[in-house]
């Protein structure tokens, strides 16, 4: 019997006044809602969790692991020097260069400097990691803050890179940044 039915019948006493509902047993309240996401994992613990993916991507590749490098620069920005020392990071680490990838942020495109998945570059470098024909399976970029600055998205990222097997290589890791 509901509570309306009970108070219609004279089994549950009127709320008392200034009072729209009577109060929930304390059996009977929800869980507290927490106030705040779940605390980001440290710097450290991100650099082992890449290095870990990207130990398992080259494990399921082979001897070669072919990458895209990836670069994101600002209007009237040179991506030379970030994809220059991407590539001598893929020649020191032994990866296969397949293509670079360039994204311009224009100067109002806050969105999608956060959100990597916003920007075109990015998403065809997702494409190519997901496309079981295209032979990529991981890309190479300068900094975390290429792919995003911001901490949840980019740990996002990484799940996203460990759920697929594909690689996540970083010139300047998380704590250098």
């Not at 019948?9 to 006044?17: F, I």
């Not at 020191?92 to 311009?104: G, H, K, M, N």
Request: aromatic share 4%; charged share 25%; proline share 10%.
């Amino acid at each position: 019997m509901s509570t309306l039915t009970r108070r219609q019948a004279g089994l549950v006493p009127p709320p008392p006044a200034g009072r729209a509902l009577s109060p929930r047993a304390p059996e009977l309240r929800p869980d507290p809602v927490p106030d705040a996401a779940p605390p980001l994992k440290d710097p450290r613990a991100l650099a082992a969790w890449r290095a870990t993916i990207n130990r398992t991507a080259l494990a399921r590749s082979g001897e070669n692991l072919s990458v895209v490098l990836y670069a994101l620069i600002r209007p009237g920005g040179d991506p030379h020097d970030d994809l220059a020392a991407a590539r001598s990071y893929a020649q020191a680490e032994r990866l296969l260069v397949v293509d670079q990838i360039v994204d311009t942020l224009g100067y109002n495109d806050q969105a999608c400097e956060d959100d990597p998945t916003r920007r075109r570059g990015y998403a065809r470098a997702l494409h190519l990691l997901g496309d079981l024909s295209s032979p990529v399976r991981g890309f190479v970029a300068v900094s975390r803050t290429a792919v995003t600055p911001d901490g949840r998205l980019y740990e996002a990222q990484l799940a996203l890179h460990a759920a697929r097997g594909t690689a996540l290589h970083l010139v300047r890791g998380e704590t250098g940044i």
